[in-house]
């Protein structure tokens, strides 16, 4: 079982930039996908940004072209750059990972959210 960790919350002004991290416990060659959701407060779980194995990108409309995933050539830690960041962009993000499951979005623009393996999360919270 893979167990994941993420790190690389704090809190910035809007406009600002954070890099979060997710570390596996192990070579994740086998995952076929990879990615970050985040909730915020009394909302529900989204989808953000997800990476498959053969290093295809997928964005949600709400961070395409200012959030960045990518995973090093270990394939031990995965990565969100953030900029440009917004207020609305302020949740905890969760780092998850799937044997099976494809990083598409479904066609109403959202990630099927039962991936198997979670991190426990990180807090980023965007504030003036």
């Known amino acids: 079982q893979v167990q994941l960790a993420e790190s690389g919350g704090g809190s910035v002004q809007p406009g600002g930039s954070l890099r979060l991290s997710c570390g596996a416990s192990e070579s994740t060659h086998s995952i076929y996908c990879m990615g970050w959701f985040r909730q915020a407060p009394g909302k529900e779980r989204e989808g953000v940004a997800f990476i498959d194995r053969f290093g295809v990108t997928t964005y949600s409309d709400a961070v395409r072209g200012r959030f960045t995933i990518s995973k090093d050539n270990a394939a031990i830690t995965l990565y969100l750059q953030m900029n440009s960041l917004r207020p609305e962009d302020t949740a905890m993000y969760y780092c998850?990972?799937?044997?099976?499951?494809?990083?598409?979005?479904?066609?109403?623009?959202?990630?099927?959210?039962?991936?198997?393996?979670w991190g426990q999360g990180t807090q980023v919270t965007v504030a003036a």
């Open positions: 998850a990972a799937d044997p099976l499951l494809s990083c598409r979005l479904r066609p109403d623009g959202r990630q099927d959210p039962s991936f198997d393996y």
